[in-house]
């Protein structure tokens, strides 16, 4: 199913994250700052490669302030200027804004639902579709395929490892919320 699986296998680049990271529940999934990370490696990635954004995952990280909501959610011209100017990020104009509003906007969720994490625990199970309409209403830049990837990556979604593949074993013996429902669940709904 997943193709991942294959090309990560003795790839430098991927291999780490693929079986330490992808389609793993986060424990508690509370990490405000790494569910940002994410949420933002995965709006970078639109339209580029998966590998070019683990290539910058470190320089973009530290450029991000290490993604502390509060302090992204603070940014001003100055940043935003020396964010385009960082070689060690994709720098896109609209990609940089929007990321630092969705730091306001997740800061709105903590007066809503307590935070990100419980936004998105308060509103599973879901499928793609309803996901996607969601994230759109509440965050931007967040297209289909950036939802979908991101809530595979922190075990949402299915599909982010094959049946056989050994980090597949690994994350369901912790069983990830869209392990705990139904499967029809996921299916896309018939309007």
């Known amino acids: 199913m997943s193709w991942y699986?294959?090309?990560?296998?003795?790839?430098?680049?991927?291999?780490?994250y693929h079986d330490t990271e992808y389609g793993f529940p986060l424990d508690g999934l509370d990490d405000e700052r790494y569910l940002f990370e994410l949420q933002s490696l995965e709006l970078f990635q639109a339209g580029l490669s998966w590998e070019l954004i683990l290539k910058k995952r470190a320089t973009t990280v530290a450029a991000f302030d290490n993604f502390k909501v509060d302090t992204v959610a603070a940014y001003g011209k100055k940043d935003t200027a020396r964010l385009l100017a960082d070689a060690g990020?994709?720098?896109?104009?609209?990609?940089?804004?929007?990321?630092?509003?969705?730091?306001?906007?997740?800061?709105?969720?903590?007066?809503?639902?307590?935070?990100?994490?419980?936004?998105?625990?308060?509103?599973?199970?879901?499928?793609?579709?309803?996901?996607?309409?969601?994230?759109?209403?509440?965050?931007?830049?967040?297209?289909?395929?950036?939802?979908?990837?991101?809530?595979?990556c922190i075990g949402y979604l299915p599909g982010s490892h094959h049946a056989d593949c050994a980090a597949y074993k690994r994350i369901a013996r912790q069983k990830p919320p869209w392990m705990q429902v139904d499967p029809k669940v996921f299916e896309p709904s018939k309007q």
Request: hydrophobic fraction near 45%; glycine fraction near 10%.
């Open 89 to 152: 990020i994709i720098r896109n104009k609209l990609k940089v804004a929007s990321i630092i509003e969705n730091a306001n906007r997740i800061q709105g969720l903590r007066g809503s639902h307590g935070g990100f994490a419980a936004w998105i625990a308060a509103h599973h199970p879901l499928n793609r579709a309803e996901w996607t309409k969601l994230f759109r209403q509440t965050f931007k830049f967040m297209g289909g395929e950036i939802v979908n990837e991101f809530l595979m």
């Open 5 to 16: 699986c294959e090309a990560a296998k003795g790839n430098p680049i991927h291999e780490s």
